[in-house]
């Protein structure tokens, strides 16, 4: 029997197994449906771009978008130890803080302010720039700041000529400009949560781990989740929690995985066949994303990492990083970026702008004519389309149904053309005259904000941020409450991107990592640091139930 069973090793997973192991009196397992962590991609920074396909994804696509030209999208969801924090670009931004005081005040999420996850977000973080109210420098997560591309420092000066301040730190509370992004590695090479946190725990007795785990369903008795079954080399096995089974399996694992156990829209279960445990109609809704739409530009030489694709540079650029553990491999491609305004009445920015000093990085670019090329990418931050993630069939194997109906809302698509108009702005500035000879998507033909939207229809890709889909809020139609706990059942919670009941205005992983470090205080009702009236406190734990709340 383990007290705390956790099924997911990703990113919110590897964080509450090494939290809660943290007390020896309790035991953890955590459960991964994929492999360990070795592939040596993996902890290369510039091998994310070689992660959307493969062996360490589940192979998922959407469903054809009504609002995109019927287009299916590829939608690749992290199947390895880490999760999403050993497959993305790391690129590491947390949102600003408006969105987390909407979770607290919109949302019924009392606890999840700003000021409330703050510390949270101080307490995992590593950082090696900055020392100051807003980052921690102490935590297991590394946050670097890295040696830009000399192409990414002409975007930045290019996005200034543009009108974007320059903006030295996005993660301060104040977002609006351009600058450099700070990254989850640490000293070259990538810093997951299955690196920083749980590797360091896995010597612990009182900590369980088992990879290609398959969790085929929830244990629910007597309105109390009870264990888990799992599949190890095609048998069934039942593992037993003791206090509470943990859900992390991310935006579309969590809410299959639910399904699949009974819990979830009730008509939905029986169209099935699949006996209703729990009737929770808001499983799988709620289902939003951040939508990508490239702008690229064809270099007149080799001023980017293009240059990279030929076989002698690569050798050159492994021997620097062998050597000295810089260079292009120790870089994320993703160094620079910025948020600003397509809508003025925002209060804050609502896009968001990743430059890269290349071509046919990004999943579904190719390369430009010449071979030499840079990407400028952007999305709306605050989409309002919501989609859904629903059951194919009843057989674990079947991949469920993604719809994450881009462009429902047709502000989402004018958002998007402004995008588009803004990264042209920004590539025509005089920084880039030296070093740009011509627009290659969309190319100068596309003129107006129709054609654009044509172009956005055909060519806007998602960025890989689900969410939403096991929403928490303080209403009763929520899926989790803000303590996380799953309504109307015992003993069983959900910690990942599935919960946020907005998507934060950002990359998500950072907002994840908060999640999984509140979540661990919120289970083991462990001491909490808060700050007041200036001074470092420590609150004890009280009997009240929402611990969050209990300053």
């Known amino acids: 029997m383990t007290d705390y069973i956790i099924v997911g090793g990703g990113s919110a997973g590897c964080i509450l197994a090494a939290r809660l192991s943290e007390d020896p009196d309790v035991s953890v397992m955590l459960l991964e449906a994929g492999p360990?962590?070795?592939?040596?991609?993996?902890?290369?920074?510039?091998?994310?771009?070689?992660?959307?396909?493969?062996?360490?994804?589940?192979?998922?696509?959407?469903?054809?978008?009504?609002?995109?030209?019927?287009?299916?999208?590829?939608?690749?969801?992290?199947?390895?130890?880490?999760?999403?924090?050993?497959?993305?670009?790391?690129?590491?931004?947390?949102?600003?803080?408006?969105?987390?005081?909407?979770?607290?005040?919109?949302?019924?999420?009392?606890?999840?302010?700003?000021?409330?996850?703050?510390?949270?977000?101080?307490?995992?973080?590593?950082?090696?720039?900055?020392?100051?109210?807003?980052?921690?420098?102490?935590?297991?997560?590394?946050?670097?700041?890295?040696?830009?591309?000399?192409?990414?420092?002409?975007?930045?000066?290019?996005?200034?000529?543009?009108?974007?301040p320059f903006r030295a730190d996005f993660n301060a509370g104040e977002q609006a400009g351009a600058g450099f992004y700070q990254t989850t590695t640490r000293r070259g090479k990538r810093s997951s949560t299955a690196v920083a946190y749980l590797k360091p725990a896995l010597g612990r007795k009182n900590l369980t781990l088992r990879t290609d785990a398959s969790v085929s369903r929830i244990v629910v008795e007597n309105g109390r989740a009870i264990g888990v079954e799992i599949i190890v080399n095609g048998r069934t096995e039942l593992l037993r929690a003791e206090r509470e089974v943990i859900v992390a399996a991310g935006a579309i694992g969590s809410p299959k995985l639910l399904m699949l156990s009974g819990i979830g829209p009730a008509v939905h279960l029986g169209q099935h066949g699949i006996k209703v445990v729990h009737d929770s109609k808001n499983v799988g809704q709620n289902l939003h994303d951040h939508m990508d739409v490239d702008v690229v530009a064809e270099l007149n030489g080799p001023h980017g990492i293009d240059r990279y694709k030929k076989k002698r540079w690569q050798a050159v650029a492994g021997l620097e990083y062998a050597l000295f553990g810089k260079g292009p491999v120790a870089s994320n491609i993703v160094e620079a970026g910025g948020f600003w305004w397509g809508d003025r009445a925002e209060k804050t920015p609502d896009i968001q702008f990743h430059f890269l000093p290349g071509a046919g990085v990004e999943e579904g670019i190719g390369s430009v004519p010449g071979g030499n090329g840079c990407t400028l990418n952007s999305y709306h931050v605050r989409p309002r389309s919501r989609g859904s993630v629903t059951l194919k069939s009843a057989d674990l194997r079947d991949a469920p149904i993604i719809d994450p109906n881009p462009f429902a809302e047709r502000y989402d698509l004018e958002r998007a053309i402004d995008g588009i108009e803004i990264s042209r702005e920004i590539l025509s500035q005089p920084a880039f005259a030296r070093y740009i000879s011509r627009e290659h998507l969309p190319g100068k033909a596309m003129q107006g904000r129709s054609a654009l939207e044509a172009f956005a229809r055909e060519h806007g890709r998602s960025a890989y941020h689900p969410v939403g889909t096991c929403r928490m809020g303080g209403d009763a139609d929520s899926v989790v409450d803000p303590e996380l706990r799953v309504r109307g059942l015992q003993g069983l919670r959900v910690c990942d991107s599935s919960v946020m009941p907005s998507i934060v205005s950002s990359n998500t992983n950072a907002a994840v990592v908060m999640i999984a470090e509140k979540a661990a205080d919120l289970i083991a009702w462990r001491m909490l640091p808060v700050a007041l009236a200036g001074q470092s406190h420590v609150v004890a734990p009280c009997d009240c139930p929402a611990l969050s709340t209990c300053r």
Request: proline share 8%.
């Open 36 to 164: 360990p962590d070795t592939d040596r991609y993996i902890h290369l920074p510039v091998g994310f771009f070689k992660m959307t396909s493969g062996p360490l994804i589940w192979g998922y696509d959407t469903a054809p978008g009504k609002e995109i030209d019927g287009r299916t999208m590829v939608y690749p969801q992290a199947r390895v130890l880490g999760g999403g924090s050993s497959i993305n670009a790391q690129v590491f931004t947390r949102g600003c803080p408006q969105d987390y005081d909407g979770w607290a005040a919109d949302a019924g999420c009392a606890g999840w302010s700003y000021a409330d996850v703050l510390p949270y977000f101080v307490r995992s973080e590593g950082n090696d720039t900055f020392a100051d109210a807003q980052h921690g420098i102490d935590g297991p997560l590394g946050v670097s700041s890295g040696a830009p591309h000399p192409l990414t420092r002409i975007f930045v000066k290019a996005a200034q000529q543009a009108g974007l």
